[in-house]
């Protein structure tokens, strides 16, 4: 069973870019779709991109401009970068396995936009 | 982009009653491609249902999901106090993958 856990800063200033880990265990990033997903505080869900394991990439329209995700070159991990984040970036993120459907969830790491 | 409308916002019921979990899209969910999740306070989402119908590994058959095109339905047959959560539907029939904004079941 594929077990998936965040890691980063739990507060970041505004105009400042956040960079969030997700490293995967029990399994290989290899032939799947691997997202980041996440949740503003007492808020619905919001999909914000997927790297497949080939590195390709797909990102929300919304957040395009400012994000990044990306493979990492030696272990289990992937990554998420954010540009130029602002208060509205305040959220629960997770990273999950997802080929359409996310199977495997991360517990979310949340993160604060503050000054 | 392909806009979920869940409904009820919030639905109170008992244990052992039946849930009915309304999902409606902006234009038609291709191949079934339409999922359902469950999400406690505190905890990640749970994936339940994926392709429309299909039950994720570990769910309880009391968990049945329907539909087609633009209308789907999540079934909660007979409340355990456990199925007390928040249910998001989604779609990943066109991009961007979006979510409805979630239906509270509640006692």
């Known amino acids: 069973q594929v077990q998936l856990q965040e890691s980063g800063p739990g507060m970041v200033k505004p105009s400042e870019t956040l960079s969030l880990t997700c490293t995967v265990s029990g399994g290989s990033l290899r032939n799947n779709y691997w997202s980041w997903i996440r949740q503003p505080p007492g808020k619905g869900l919001e999909w914000i991109g997927y790297?497949?394991?080939?590195?390709?990439?797909n990102y929300n329209p919304s957040l395009k401009s400012r994000v990044t995700i990306s493979l990492g070159t030696s272990r289990n991990q992937f990554f998420l970068t954010m540009r130029s984040v602002t208060a509205a970036d305040t959220a629960v993120y997770y990273c999950?396995?997802?080929?359409?459907?996310?199977?495997?969830w991360g517990p979310g790491t949340p993160v604060t936009v503050s000054s | 982009e392909i806009v979920l409308t869940q409904s009820p916002a919030t639905l109170s019921l008992s244990p052992g009653d039946r849930a009915t979990l309304s999902c409606r899209a902006s234009q038609s969910v291709n191949s079934g491609y339409l999922a359902w999740y469950q999400q406690k306070p505190g905890q990640a989402p749970r994936l339940l249902i994926y392709g429309v119908s299909a039950r994720a590994t570990g769910v309880p058959d009391r968990f049945s999901g329907s539909g087609s095109g633009t209308d789907f339905t999540l079934t909660i047959s007979g409340l355990e106090p456990e199925d007390f959560a928040v249910y998001y539907c989604q779609q990943y029939s066109g991009s961007p993958w979006t979510f409805g904004q979630g239906t509270k079941v509640e006692i």
């Open positions: 790297v497949y394991s080939s590195g390709s990439t």
């Open positions: 999950a396995r997802h080929p359409g459907y996310a199977d495997s």
